[in-house]
């Protein structure tokens, strides 16, 4: 992927993340995954930053690596888990239990059928979960990932790049902002 345009808008206290950014942005750096997940996991986590200049940055890299249906499925995540990680990290933090066992009663379809391979949604949903913070989530996808196989390095991978994509969000908000 690249992502030249993205580094050259970080200042010098991001070398770190411009460092990171090329590492786990490639099948080298990002072990178990293939140039296409790495792709659509980067755009997943880039919608879930609501930035525009990383949006835009990513989705012109991923393009040349992804399809229409890896594209959309990206977008299914980034909203998907919106709505579900604010939900389920309420019903894991909120201490009145008899709120939290009603049913969520939220419609929630495009996962069974997201038009890519479920472990490949699953790990675009993953990052997306890292990124908004609902620990129930991490779990349940993980756990879902591991079932199917997915070797740990993987998982790992799909959140250092969620993680890498955020720092750079990050750093360019900073910037935007002074």
Known sequence: M????????????????????????????????T????????????????SNVI??????????HISDNELE????????????NIYYR??????????????????MQGIMNPGVDSIDFELYSLAVSAINGCGMC????TKQLLK??????????SIRIASVIHAASQAIHIEQSL
């Open 148 to 157: 199917h196989n997915v070797k740990p390095e993987a998982i790992q991978s």
């Open 2 to 33: 690249n992502i030249d345009n993205l580094k050259k808008l970080m200042p010098y206290y991001a070398k770190d993340i411009k460092l990171n950014l090329s590492s786990v942005l490639s099948e080298q750096g990002a072990p178990g995954l």
């Open 55 to 64: 949006i835009n940055e990513i989705l012109s890299s991923a393009r040349e």
């Open 90 to 107: 309420y019903v894991h933090l909120a201490s009145n239990k008899e709120v939290t066992r009603l049913p969520a009663k939220l419609r």
């Open 35 to 50: 140039i296409n997940q790495i792709a659509a996991i980067s755009l997943a986590s880039a919608f879930a930053t609501k």
């Open 138 to 141: 991490m779990d349940s996808h």
């Open 73 to 84: 499925a990206s977008k299914l995540a980034a909203t998907l888990m919106a709505m579900n």
